[in-house]
């Protein structure tokens, strides 16, 4: 069974910064594309940035120069570093890799549970 586990979230103040990890655990050949999502109350979820295997990266318009995704695939994590935080960031973030090999002819879609993200004005 496969596992994305996100942590790093929590309470921060306009401007702050934090920053999200999510580690992927369990049987699997490989992951592709990781990405973070994130879902604010009473919205659809929304694509915030995503990474390939190969470091290329693709952002939302609203985090572009604000928010920067990386991984280390050694470790199968993918990190969201979150600055100049606004209000209208406050969501549950989620971590995503929709393509984890657990075997060479098959393939799944994992999500993490979320990790909650609060900014105070």
């Known amino acids: 069974q496969v596992q994305l586990v996100e942590s790093g979230g929590g309470l921060v103040q306009a401007g702050g910064s934090l920053r999200l990890s999510c580690a992927a655990s369990?049987?699997?050949?490989?992951?592709?594309?990781m990405g973070w999502y994130r879902q604010a109350p009473g919205k659809q979820r929304e694509l915030v940035a995503s990474?390939?295997?190969?470091?290329?990266?693709n952002y939302a318009d609203f985090v572009k120069g604000r928010f920067t995704i990386s991984r280390d695939n050694a470790k199968n994590t993918v990190y969201l570093q979150m600055n100049s935080l606004t209000p209208e960031d406050t969501a549950v973030y989620y971590c995503?890799?929709?393509?984890?090999?657990?075997?060479?002819?098959?393939?799944?879609?994992?999500w993490g549970r979320g990790t909650q993200v609060t900014v105070s004005s």
């Open positions: 369990g049987v699997f050949l490989r992951i592709n594309d």
């Open positions: 990474i390939t295997t190969g470091g290329n990266t």
């Open positions: 995503n890799a929709p393509r984890v090999w657990i075997r060479t002819w098959a393939s799944d879609d994992y």
